[in-house]
């Protein structure tokens, strides 16, 4: 068993890094919430972090588009890289940063305005829109996000009309028709229902072809069925990372194995 976890280490490292984090610790005033982080996101996969409530998975999701720039008791130290460049320090433009790479939210916050313009609205504020493209961009991301059958009859629509699940697809289309390089998405059906789940689950694999995809979930099964690599993390230290067969049909250390079998705690 030994061979085969060494080989897959080895597979992980030649796979091309889309999103590296190395030493990354994050505090909010005296709490240190992560405690030096280091990670590789493969390039066009779906990783999975996993761990209990309060362990640092939505933390380090948010480092990796700077969305912690807006609490003014976090201290980060460490680097995060995208293809490379860091993407840390005030000399980086943070809204250039957020359109590679994209963010869908716990529970589905559409904009009180139309389906179109909801979609439309990211084109617009990075001036993407233009030669009237907007249309076409918009069908595109519907079609892609399996909403365009449900909705294209009517995007003049009120978003804040439509189901749960169907406001969750409209996040995600709305995130890639500015066409990010990375999708973050912060547990992306814990308000939805079995069915619109399997839709969203569906929808993550389907995307993978085009975007590097991560994803934080309590629900291990969800972490089974989507995600090519898994992370656990227990208080704000990344305890193990491997594909996601062996987290959780192999894992190397005990606090793994007693996660993903449900004796814990």
Not at 37 to 53: F, H, M, N, Q, R
Not at 202 to 214: N, R
Not at 240 to 250: L, R, S, V
Request: with cysteine.
């Amino acid at each position: 068993m030994e061979t085969i976890r060494e080989d897959n280490s080895l597979t992980l490292n030649k796979l091309k890094t889309k999103i590296e984090v190395k030493g990354l610790r994050l505090s909010f005033g005296t709490k240190e919430v992560l405690k030096g982080i280091d990670i590789k996101i493969p390039e066009k996969s779906i990783v999975a972090l996993i761990g209990p409530s309060g362990c640092g998975k939505s933390t380090l999701l948010r480092s990796m588009n700077r969305m912690h720039d807006l609490t003014p008791s976090a201290k980060i130290t460490g680097e995060i890289f995208l293809d490379g460049e860091s993407i840390m320090g005030k000399k980086n433009d943070v809204t250039s940063i957020r359109k590679k790479i994209g963010m869908v939210f716990q529970r589905p916050n559409p904009f009180p305005k139309s389906i179109f313009k909801n979609v439309a609205y990211g084109l617009e504020i990075n001036n993407l829109a233009k030669n009237g493209k907007a249309k076409s961009i918009v069908e595109e991301a519907l079609k892609d996000c399996y909403l365009w059958d449900e909705v294209g009859d009517n995007l003049n629509r009120s978003a804040l009309d439509m189901s749960g699940g169907q406001q969750q697809r409209l996040c995600i289309a709305r995130t890639i028709a500015v066409q990010p390089e990375v999708i973050l998405m912060d547990e992306p059906c814990s308000a939805l229902d079995p069915i619109s789940t399997a839709k969203i689950e569906d929808l993550i694999l389907k995307l993978k072809e085009d975007f590097t995809i991560v994803i934080v979930t309590h629900n291990m099964q969800q972490a089974i069925r989507t995600a090519d690599y898994t992370g656990f993390m227990y208080l704000g230290e990344l305890i193990e990372f491997d594909k996601t067969e062996n987290i959780f049909h192999h894992p190397k250390e005990e606090l793994t194995k007693r996660y993903v079998e449900g004796n814990f705690g």
